[in-house]
């Protein structure tokens, strides 16, 4: 009888969800007591990480009134709940004066929350393991999709303290008044990610999350040599990099970044007719990167949901700010697709979803067609996009490069100042939200690097 007893205890106590009521009660209580507390909990936790009904109604009245800027207390949050006809449901009173009362250390707040989101965050998984089991038993799911759905729901939930389902538009104008001050009183600074370039930011604010920046021109002009310039700035700059090289081994692209970073000519590097003095600044090279978060994958012809997957990983070990792919045309969708230029077409839509998704800029590369040659100017322009009108579409920002040395068998020798040497234009074509315009570089070939002039050199579009 008693072991009966004992199974039908533990069978109820298995099926009891994760829940820490005393921590949720704790939460609660403190925000009525402080507003440390408040700040603290509302930046970590929001109403559905709460278990109790009553619980979550009770953090709803005191996160609008925070939005309101109307200070909370037990009287404060006691009326609103009045207004709104709950004091019922959330026990009155007599419950909101236990929450406070029962408090000893309102301070240890974010205690308390994090407390409540771990319990949150284990239901839902227990939630999504449910999903995932329903989905892997659906007739004609293959692994790879039942696998990328895990990841993408257990990915949410890692970050889920960062994403809203939906947000008022007030609480999107405080967010942006915060980042208008912050702007005000850093005067100057770049407000995206760096590219190290100076006229590129002038005109780009840098780089920013959520963006899909297409970097694009003819093999040879330097794509992959600016990608590399920008992602060496930004990683100088703080920010986590990813770099997906399909077409260069990872081995010659880190002899790429020694060489730009080094200033050693690449000649001498494959040579190996390096001297003292050479050996020396490649060591240094090397030293600087040694805390820089930069990571490289020469994974060939990878399927996007191979890179999500990766890139997932990377964000959740490190943090994931601007993630490079280098380039497009090598890329697949994986499985079975009617032609080209629709599979160019979900590939950068589903490179730009993955930008707002991941939180992260992405710079893409991509080849131009023959159209520019044909053109007197060789001036690119955004219908010479190789195989789809999408890329356009759904890019942030397209960015041409356009060397005069390229084509000098053409059009005779390039035009070289003798006090800058070879310059590059850098066409920002389109730019969703700001200005357009032509911006000129230096090009060192025997670096293969670009660098800002010494005198500016913009030109509107």
């Given amino acids: 009888m008693s072991e009966v007893m004992s199974n039908e205890m533990a069978a109820a106590m298995s099926a009891m969800p994760p829940v820490d009521i005393e921590a949720e009660k704790a939460v609660l ?23 109790e009904k009553a619980h979550q109604e009770i953090f709803k009245v005191m996160v609008e009134l925070y939005r309101k800027s109307v200070g909370i ?8 709940l009045n207004e ?22 309102a301070s240890n707040a974010k205690f308390y929350a994090e407390s409540v989101l771990a319990k949150s965050r284990m239901r839902a998984l227990i939630k999504e393991a449910d999903a ?19 990841e993408q729901r257990i990915f949410e939930i890692a970050h889920r303290s960062q994403k809203r389902a939906y947000q008022d538009i007030n609480d999107v104008f ?57 992602a060496q700035h930004a990683a100088e700059a703080g920010h986590s990099v990813m770099i997906f090289s399909m ?48 990571t490289v994958d020469d994974t060939s012809a990878l399927s996007i949901l191979e890179m999500k997957n990766k890139c997932r990983r990377l964000k959740a070990e490190k943090g994931l700010d601007l993630l490079i792919i280098d380039y ?28 707002k998704e991941l939180d992260c800029a992405i710079v893409l590369l991509s080849q131009l067609s023959r159209n520019a040659e044909q053109r007197s100017d060789h001036r690119p322009q955004l219908s010479d996009l190789r195989d789809s009108g999408a890329i356009e579409q759904d890019a942030d920002v397209v960015i041409f490069l356009k060397r005069d040395d390229y084509y ?5 020798p390039a035009e070289i100042n003798p006090n800058v040497g070879r310059t590059c234009d850098v066409h920002i074509a389109k730019h969703r939200n700001g200005s357009t315009g032509v911006c000129t570089l230096a090009w060192v070939g025997k670096y293969t690097k670009f660098g800002n002039l010494a005198s500016s050199s913009f030109e509107p579009m």
Avoid at 132 to 138: C, L, P
């Fill in 84 to 105: 709104m006809k709950l004091t019922e449901l959330v026990g009155g009173m007599t419950y909101l004066s236990k929450l406070v009362n029962d408090v000893i250390v």
């Fill in 408 to 412: 000098e068998k053409e059009d005779g």
């Fill in 247 to 294: 077409e260069m081994p990872a081995e010659q692209l880190g002899t790429r970044i020694l060489s730009m970073a080094a200033s050693v000519e690449m000649e001498h590097i494959k040579n190996g007719t390096l001297s003292q003095d050479e050996w020396f600044a490649l060591s240094e090279a090397q030293d600087s990167f040694e805390d820089l978060k930069l």
């Fill in 29 to 51: 209580g403190a925000m009525m007591k402080s507003d440390d507390a408040v700040s603290d909990v509302i930046d970590v936790l929001r109403a559905d990480d709460f278990y």
């Fill in 328 to 355: 497009l045309q090598l890329m697949s969708m994986g499985g079975k697709v009617e032609n080209r230029v629709q599979e160019i077409a979900a590939l950068t839509r589903n490179i730009k979803i993955m930008a």
């Fill in 73 to 80: 207390d037990i009287m404060t949050t006691y009326s609103a």
């Fill in 174 to 230: 405080v967010e942006n008044f915060k980042r208008m001050q912050e702007l005000e009183r850093n005067k100057g600074a770049i407000p995206g990610i760096t590219t190290g370039f100076r006229e590129v930011d002038k005109i780009l604010g840098g780089l920013h999350k959520t963006d899909l920046i297409v970097l694009a021109a003819r093999p040879g002009m330097g794509k992959t040599s600016f990608a590399l310039n920008i």
């Fill in 132 to 150: 995932i089991r329903g989905k892997a038993t659906e007739p004609g799911e293959t692994a790879e999709d039942v696998l990328d759905f895990a």
